[in-house]
T-cell receptor, first 112, second 115 residues
């Protein structure tokens, strides 16, 4: 069983569209994250949820809205997509305070 | 604020040679340090971490790293490279305060292993 799974793996869409990425973890962790990896492989945290509560919200355009229906799921919705949103988005989870993040395989978003 | 600098965006070694990937950090609080590996088209996987205690940390796949506070470094080494070690390696720092582990990553080092 995949520990952290994201869907879809690839998204190709036009500017201005809205898209969502779903993430689920079956590790029993209470903290989940969204990271963005740009074309130069730079990784930056976007959001973190602990038990459905938003605890990290970096400087991200408000076109990005995370939602955590329960502690095993963290979704990312993006409105009005722009060219600069093209990246690989990684979901991750961890136990509180360990620093050991378990990453999904990533969702590659291409905005045309 | 915390930051990580990885010297060398690309390192090439011969199979069987020593691997040395450099990482220097900046942190105003005692740091927790990590090395993650990313294979092509995959997510990141933890190689090893330093939190407290012994400064020489052993990880998976024969890798180890040494925390040197005086040098603010956490370099990753492996005595003998294998072709399967070819990947992107990321050093990261965190203060592990609060409920979330907010990791700040370096820009990554691509390791190439040649025959």
């Amino acid at each position: 069983d995949t520990a952290v799974s994201q869907t879809p793996k690839y998204l190709v869409t036009q500017m201005g569209n809205d898209k969502s990425i779903k993430c689920e973890q079956n590790l029993g962790h209470d903290t989940m994250y969204w990271y963005k990896q740009d074309s130069k492989k730079f990784l930056k945290i976007m959001f973190s949820y602990n038990n459905k509560e938003l605890i990290i919200n970096e400087t991200v355009p408000n076109r990005f809205s995370p939602k955590s229906p329960d502690k095993a799921h963290l979704n990312l919705h993006i409105n009005s997509l722009e060219l600069g949103d093209s990246a690989v988005y990684f979901c991750a989870s961890s136990r509180r305070g360990t620093g050991e993040l378990f990453f999904g395989e990533g969702s590659r978003l291409t905005v045309l | 604020a915390q930051s990580v600098t990885q010297l060398g965006s690309h390192v090439s070694v011969s199979e069987g040679a020593l691997v040395l990937l450099r990482c220097n950090y900046s942190s105003s609080v005692p740091p927790y340090l990590f090395w993650y590996v990313q294979y092509p088209n995959q997510g990141l996987q933890l190689l090893l971490k330093y939190t407290t205690g012994a400064t020489l940390v052993k990880g998976i796949n024969g890798f180890e790293a040494e925390f040197k506070k005086s040098e603010t470094s956490f370099h990753l080494t492996k005595p003998s490279a294998h072709m399967s070690d070819a990947a992107e390696y990321f050093c990261a720092v965190s203060d592990l305060t609060g409920t979330a582990s907010k990791l700040t990553f370096g820009t990554g080092t691509r390791l190439q292993v040649t025959l």
